[in-house]
């Protein structure tokens, strides 16, 4: 069967695949906002915390006294949680949320990219008509164009050469979905299951997953975004507001919590990020909460500095939960290009990286990094933003993601118009 078909009938048949979904999330919603008050507030974290095996202070005081470094960096102070209140979506947020397929989401979220790609690819289908060596050759600065990568796209010009030459192919015109074909093989590689990769959980106690990455790149935006999807899969989800080194950022954590009505533990700014972590599991556990979810900040001038924060984190909660931390998460920002695939060599290096969040991919041109990431980094990417709203965040599908790029041409895809020509 023809991959734009295949591609057609996988992502415009059911134009609302989500809805079922939706209706969950609104359900769940709606259970939590009639919760009464007194409900939430009868178990605050500051009590239950005192009913786990060893209390939060003498633990805590056990985590710093684990080496003189330690004990410098981590105030003496009680942890506090913040309870969620929830805020009711706008009338805008709900309608989108019905009206928004996964098709959707990424069809529109791959705008810009697929409006410079595609038309470039238009065009030059237009002006070759016959497929020779200047097409390729200009093809293959549309790619490069596009942030694919020189390495990736010199492997896929070759791959696309032999396929074209395998199957006859002549006019310029059929290449395009041989091209959607090709992005799709490159980004699985060898690994051909071509599965949606998502997040590890634990099944057997709380799953954590902790958050790295550069101011900015929208990591705080992310963790609410994570939390409001596993909350509306009924977990329950603790934030712990590790990016200690601004008082902004664990305010615009904890708003992110009160909006999608999840616990946030935090201390005071400037305090030990691992001495929160901690707190925060013991929170997590206290409450049976299903998911963690760690903040770090992600300060680069200095990689020795980012490599011991982020391992004093990590010691922490692998002594707390055995085989966790489950994912660690680096955030990307599509719209940085190059600097973007720097970050992720610096991080990888400084700890292991589990999965790649790739942001704002709704505001380059650009998306074509994603296959760059994948490919010459060898980390897959587990997710990517969409836009700002608390719904746009999608697990990353190869297949979705083509469709968005070629989504014009897919959706007028015609196979009987296609035969006869
Ligand atoms: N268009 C778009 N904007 C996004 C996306 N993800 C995050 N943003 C925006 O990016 C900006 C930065 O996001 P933050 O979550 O504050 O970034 P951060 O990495 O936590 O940065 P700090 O708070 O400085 O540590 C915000 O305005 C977000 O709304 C996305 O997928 N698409």
């Known amino acids: 069967m023809s991959f734009f078909k295949k591609l057609k009938d996988k992502f415009t048949k059911d134009l609302h695949p989500n809805l079922e979904q939706t209706e969950e999330q609104k359900q769940d919603q709606q259970e939590v906002e009639e919760m009464p008050q007194e409900e939430v507030e009868e178990a605050p974290v500051e009590e239950t915390l005192g009913e786990t095996e060893v209390p939060v202070e003498e633990q805590s005081t056990e985590l710093t006294e684990e080496t003189e470094a330690e004990e410098e960096s981590t105030p003496d102070e009680e942890p506090s949680a913040v309870e969620p209140e929830l805020e009711e979506p706008t009338m805008e947020e709900k309608e989108e949320e019905v009206v928004d397929s996964v098709a959707d989401k990424f069809k529109k979220g791959l705008a810009k990219t697929r409006n410079s790609f595609s038309s470039r690819i238009n065009e030059l289908v237009a002006r070759y008509r016959t497929v020779d060596e200047d097409f390729f050759e200009e093809l293959e600065e549309v790619l490069i164009s596009a942030d694919v990568g020189v390495n990736t796209v010199m492997e896929m010009i070759d791959e696309l050469q032999m396929e074209v030459k395998r199957r006859n192919i002549k006019d310029t015109k059929k290449v395009r979905e041989v091209i959607s074909e090709k ?73 992110w919590g009160k909006r999608v009505g999840v616990n946030t533990i935090k201390h005071s700014e400037g305090a030990d990020p691992a001495a929160v972590i901690y707190d925060g599991i013991q929170s997590a556990k206290s409450r049976n909460a299903d998911v963690l979810i760690c903040d770090t900040a992600g300060r ?122």
């Open 183 to 255: 992005l799709v093989e490159i980004y699985y590689g060898d690994d051909d299951s071509s599965e949606i990769e998502g997040l590890t959980e634990n099944t057997d106690g709380l799953t954590i997953y902790l958050f790295v990455g550069v101011n900015g790149v929208g990591k705080t935006t992310t963790i609410g975004k994570l939390a409001h999807q596993l909350k509306a899969e009924g977990k329950n989800v603790t934030l712990a507001a590790g990016d200690t080194f601004r008082a902004g950022a664990i305010d615009q954590l904890e708003e």
């Open 300 to 421: 680069l001038q200095n990689k020795v500095n980012l490599m011991n924060e982020l391992s004093k984190v990590k010691r922490v909660i692998e002594r707390e939960v055995p085989g966790a931390p489950h994912e660690v998460l680096l955030v990307l920002d599509a719209t940085t290009g190059q600097n973007a695939m720097s970050q992720a060599k610096t991080f990888s290096e400084a700890t292991d990286v589990s999965g790649i969040v790739l942001t704002k991919l709704d505001g380059t041109a650009k998306g074509g990094i994603v296959l760059a990431i994948r490919k010459e980094l060898d980390i897959p990417v587990k997710y990517v933003g969409l836009g700002e709203k608390v719904t746009d965040l999608e697990q990353f599908d190869a297949h979705a993601f083509v469709y968005g790029l070629f989504a014009d041409m897919i959706d007028n895809y015609d196979e009987e118009e296609e035969e006869e020509s």
